[in-house]
């Protein structure tokens, strides 16, 4: 639900947002610098929240993605990532090519399940949300990638994770669709 495609892009992506990207997505209304939130928290114990926020607020100023916006959109707009990556290739820029070389070290099921998640989210309600995101926590806990990014990551650091599939090609679209099953009497509920 953020601009665009900026969902999908971080979402694939992992890429962390500073204050101005935050605000230019919608996902945060005001930016304190840090050495004003002891002042901001004293604030809030006394006065509304609003007016709180409106005195220590400053400008965190440009927001990259700003910058990026139409590139995202253009990139992040094609259908499936296979296609994504062919557009970042076609887009000869630097960003496209470090985007398209982080998307290449991703795992390759988990890039198609995220990219397929958010395409479904888009028209769920939060408590199907959250039972869609408590059966893919279980699937890739029952799957290798998961601990393999452990491993690669924190255990050996050796940052050469083997993904099973290692290949985009690999993934078929049972692989995908299976990591949305139904858990049966394991499913999450809010009853």
């Known amino acids: 639900r953020l601009p665009g495609r900026i969902g999908l892009y971080l979402a694939l992506t992992g890429a962390r947002l500073k204050a101005a990207d935050l605000i230019y997505c919608g996902l945060a209304t005001h930016y304190v610098p840090t050495a004003r939130l002891g002042e901001l928290t004293q604030a809030l114990g006394g006065e509304m929240p609003a007016a709180a926020l409106e005195r220590f607020a400053a400008d965190p100023g440009p927001a990259p993605l700003a910058e990026l916006r139409e590139a995202i959109d253009r990139c992040f707009g094609e259908s499936g990532v296979e296609a994504i990556l062919a557009a970042l ?22 890039l198609k399940v995220a990219s397929r998640q958010l395409e479904r989210g888009a028209g769920l309600d939060f408590e199907d949300c959250m039972t869609m995101e408590y059966r893919l926590s279980q699937a890739f806990m029952a799957g290798d990638d998961f601990f393999e990014g452990v491993r690669a990551l924190i255990i050996d650091k050796d940052m050469k994770p083997a993904w099973r599939p290692a290949r985009l090609a690999e993934v078929d679209e049972a692989m995908v669709e299976a990591c949305f099953a139904p858990l049966g009497p ?6």
Request: proline fraction near 4%; glycine fraction near 0%.
């Open 186 to 191: 394991y499913e999450l509920t809010f009853d």
């Open 89 to 110: 290739e076609r887009e000869r820029a630097d960003w496209a090519d470090q985007t398209a070389t982080a998307l290449r070290q991703k795992a390759p099921l988990a």
